[in-house]
């Protein structure tokens, strides 16, 4: 069974690239996140900030990836703060909105790597709506292009320019359900950007064909992993994908390389909850084309006997 959001679901506003008043449940979260690939010089890039007021709670992550290295940074910090602009700032990763929903200055820098990063918005941003309603209370994506320049660890500095998504969620979420998996999918004229929720068997799909006119919301995802790693990574997978204007997608996806990827795993009293985060090329069937973008797989592993 599949459950597809309501196309007709209101798109963000101005104020929603803003922080969020928090509810009073724990697991409130607002989070932040962009990502780029520039194929041409063979570097990619992801990053989130994700501001836990009720939990006194912040997570800071950047991830690099040139050639077959990578670099993953993850900062948690304890501690009581105000949701506002200025919470996106761990001293060595930041986030500035230089105009909401439109451009935004990401800033990382440690002994081994830096950058800095123009995000600009290509199209505008959409919204998922509720997903699942185990995810987030809203969520919405928008596709950019990005500028900028690197240091990698041996000095070399690579100027930067390619295209990325980036989404902001905020509400009371659940990391550990069934299973999800998201895709970003960056052509010349068009983005495709997704989730597929599987909570208590269901399925639950959300996301849109965007472009320079209106968004083609999805309607149907099914995906097939092809290859994993001996760390039990996905490595390739086919994705087939259906929208409400009756249009169809199948992409070949793959790693870009063997080390384009992170894994993060969290142990909760049932058992533990692994998610994999990769940088990712994608071939459409139906264009002829090959894009770029982003490939990631979260999956709920159960103790035995457990009962939620």
Not at 40 to 52: A, D, M, R, V, Y
Not at 171 to 186: C, E
Not at 239 to 255: D, F, H, R
């Amino acid at each position: 069974m599949i459950i597809s959001v309501d196309a007709k679901m209101p798109q963000p506003r101005i104020n929603d690239d803003y922080p969020h008043s928090p509810s009073q449940s724990p697991d409130w979260r607002e989070s932040y996140y962009f990502n780029f690939v520039d194929a041409k010089n063979g570097i990619s890039s992801f990053s989130t900030i994700g501001l836990l007021p009720n939990l006194g709670r912040r997570e800071f992550v950047f991830a690099i990836f040139c050639g077959g290295s990578r670099k993953i940074y993850y900062n948690e910090i304890s501690g009581q703060f105000d949701c506002e602009l200025a919470s996106l700032s761990d001293g060595q990763l930041s986030y500035e909105l230089v105009e909401p929903l439109g451009l935004w200055r990401i800033s990382f820098s440690d002994r081994d790597v830096g950058a800095e990063i123009l995000w600009k918005a290509r199209f505008s941003a959409y919204s998922f709506g509720r997903g699942s309603g185990t995810s987030w209370a809203e969520h919405f994506e928008q596709s950019g292009s990005v500028s900028g320049v690197v240091r990698l660890p041996d000095g070399k500095k690579i100027i930067v320019n390619g295209l990325g998504q980036r989404d902001k969620s905020w509400g009371s979420r659940s990391w550990h359900i069934d299973s999800w998996f998201a895709l970003h999918a960056q052509f010349d004229h068009m983005s495709i950007g997704l989730r597929k929720d599987v909570v208590g068997g269901k399925n639950y799909v959300s996301g849109a064909v965007m472009s320079e006119g209106p968004p083609d919301p999805l309607s149907g995802v099914e995906v097939q992993i092809e290859q994993v790693d001996a760390q039990g990574a996905p490595m390739s997978a086919k994705i087939a994908i259906t929208t409400v204007e009756g249009n169809s997608y199948t992409l070949s996806s793959s790693l870009i390389s063997p080390n384009s990827y992170a894994r993060f795993s969290r142990n909760f009293p049932g058992g533990v909850t692994e998610l994999f985060e990769g940088m990712a090329f994608h071939h459409c069937e139906e264009l002829g084309l090959m894009g770029t973008g982003l490939l990631e797989w979260l999956f709920t592993k159960l103790q035995p006997n457990y009962k939620s």
